[in-house]
């Protein structure tokens, strides 16, 4: 009976399914309805948000928010370069975990920390969107949007009191926004002396970790609380406004700050030749410091003389000792045309030891080419007494942020007045009639300056510092800027005006420092960012 119970069984079974599948199908096709409508179909911006977010459970930010760029390019670059990213961090973490696992294990009384794998996985992480922030300052500040969800494969062996553990962390997931600034930007490669990196909102963190084969973060109560703990820890030490400051170059060589001041003393030249007609010259120093834009230093010129007395003394700022070189030219005054070059020389400022005077004693020669046969001829000597005088160490050891005051006036200026600097940066938008070779023109109190011109550019870029230094503050002065344009080629119009501006000085020696773009006058679109410092001795 139990075998023909079974036999029954499995053929009422089979039969039942059959029948109950063909009894199904009917029915469906039975009462299946007949006004069904055909689906609407409507276009994305006619859709309310509770549907787009089940459409787009994650939307872009660049789609959420204009002011954030797309970075697919950036993305597919991570993801062609990541393998060899991921070695060369990898190796980099290994270097730099060494040294201070080394120095922290013997306090916990522990064998041995290593490495047993450290990869980060086939997945890059993807930028959702960056945003970029402008300003006048001298400063480029990123906002991007950084998510990884990668696959990295990190053990770490662990060996104490003749045991070994394992733990291991698989599974990461790491949703950053973080802030970098790179500032100050400088005119040295890699163009920025520091970076600060802060973050705009507590980061999510979310990972696995195996000890011994079992995955601690499934314990409960251990997950939530580990998330809160790395959001904590990270947060006090990077959340916005605290930053993680990663110094990339030295800051008085990358912003080309003084260092010292060169005393340069011209005493005599001796056996100068004859460049005039009568049989005689009219010999005058000039002076430069390499990788200086400061006009040169002049002697004043001895009429009539072959070897010349001048005893006279300058000062002259130095950027770069190891770098820079004084170049000493002799010129013959000529009252019409040309001057004439009677010899030339170079001392680099290596050669001079600080604070120690040191005596020159320079055969004039007609180009530095040590292969031209011309340097062979006789031209005369010229004597010089050179002092390297450096700035006090503490006066150096300033951060960024200091150079964003005003640094006090140099030693001579008038106890009641100060030293009036403008730094002309750029121009935007300026443009001529007949052409566009901009330059720019300071008149104060009578004395005018110019930066450099720059050839055929609506957009151009100077940098140029000058200094005025005054009796007393010009509280009721004004500043006379203008963007003048010029050009030999046009003989009608050789000069002309792109815009101009009047600047109120009383605002500057009130606040000691003022950045601003200014709208330049009879100009239909250009703007002038001019930095305005007012330095005094006391400040």
Excluded at 30 to 51: A, R, S, W
Excluded at 91 to 117: C, G, H, L, M, W
Excluded at 160 to 182: E, M
Aim: glycine share 6%; proline share 7%; hydrophobic share 40%.
């Amino acid at each position: 009976m139990g075998f023909l119970g079974t036999i029954l069984g499995f053929f009422g079974f089979g039969v039942g399914i059959s029948i109950g599948l063909v009894a199904g199908y009917f029915l469906f096709i039975y009462f299946q309805p007949t006004n069904v409508e055909d689906p609407e179909i409507k276009p994305l911006v006619e859709q309310d948000q509770e549907t787009l977010q089940q459409m787009f459970p994650e939307i872009p930010l660049w789609i959420k928010n204009p002011d954030f760029d797309r970075l697919d390019w950036l993305n597919k670059f991570l993801g062609y370069v990541w393998p060899y990213l991921d070695k060369a961090i990898c190796k980099t973490a290994r270097n730099i975990a060494k040294p201070i696992i080394a120095e922290q294990i013997p306090k916990y009384k522990i064998d041995s920390v290593e490495f047993e794998t450290l990869s980060l996985g086939s997945l890059p992480p993807t930028f959702q969107g960056m945003k970029v922030y402008v300003t006048d300052e001298k400063e480029l500040i990123m906002e991007p949007s950084i998510k990884w969800a990668g696959n990295p494969n990190v053990t770490v062996s662990v060996k104490a009191f003749g045991l070994k553990a394992t733990v291991q962390v698989v599974d990461l997931q790491v949703f950053l926004l973080p802030r970098i600034t790179l500032k100050p930007l400088v005119p040295s490669f890699p163009c920025f002396a520091n970076i600060y990196v802060s973050l705009m909102e507590k980061p999510h963190v979310d990972f696995g970790l195996k000890l011994i084969g079992a995955d601690l973060m499934s314990i409960p109560g251990i997950y939530r609380i580990v998330q809160e703990v790395i959001k904590d820890q990270v947060a006090n030490m990077y959340l916005w406004p605290k930053t993680l400051e990663v110094p990339v170059l030295d800051m008085s060589k990358a912003l080309k700050r003084p260092v010292g001041i060169l005393h340069v003393k011209v005493l005599h030249a001796m056996k100068l030749k004859k460049k005039d007609l009568l049989g005689a010259s009219d010999p005058y120093v000039k002076l430069k410091l390499t990788e200086d834009k400061l006009p040169s230093k002049k002697t004043t010129v001895k009429h009539k003389n072959l070897n010349p007395e001048w005893n006279e003394e300058f000062n002259m700022v130095v950027k770069d000792p190891e770098s820079q070189v004084l170049e000493v030219n002799v010129y013959d005054w000529e009252q019409v045309g040309k001057h004439d070059k009677m010899g030339m020389n170079v001392i680099p400022l290596k050669e001079v030891s600080p604070e120690e005077p040191k005596r020159f004693t320079l055969d004039l020669l007609k180009n530095m080419d040590p292969n031209d046969v011309q340097n062979e001829k006789s031209r005369g000597q010229i004597v010089l007494e050179l002092t390297y005088k450096p700035f006090k160490e503490e006066d150096l050891a300033k951060g960024f942020e200091e150079t964003q005051t005003v640094p006090k006036a140099p030693e001579g200026t008038p106890a009641g007045g100060g030293l009036l600097v403008v730094i002309v940066h750029e121009a935007q938008d300026v443009e001529g009639k007949y052409h566009t070779n901009p330059h720019v023109r300071l008149i104060f109190r009578g004395e005018e300056k110019k930066t450099k011109r720059v050839k055929k550019n609506r957009d151009p870029r100077w940098e140029d510092e000058f200094h005025f230094t005054v009796e007393e503050p010009p509280t009721n002065d004004r500043l006379h800027v203008e963007v003048v344009s010029t050009s030999s080629r046009n003989l009608l119009h050789q000069k002309e005006s792109l815009g101009y501006i009047d600047i109120n000085l009383g605002d500057v020696v009130a606040n000691k420092r003022i950045n601003e773009k200014y709208h330049l006058i009879d100009s239909k679109n250009g703007r002038l960012q001019i930095e305005l410092q007012w330095r005094t001795p006391e400040a």
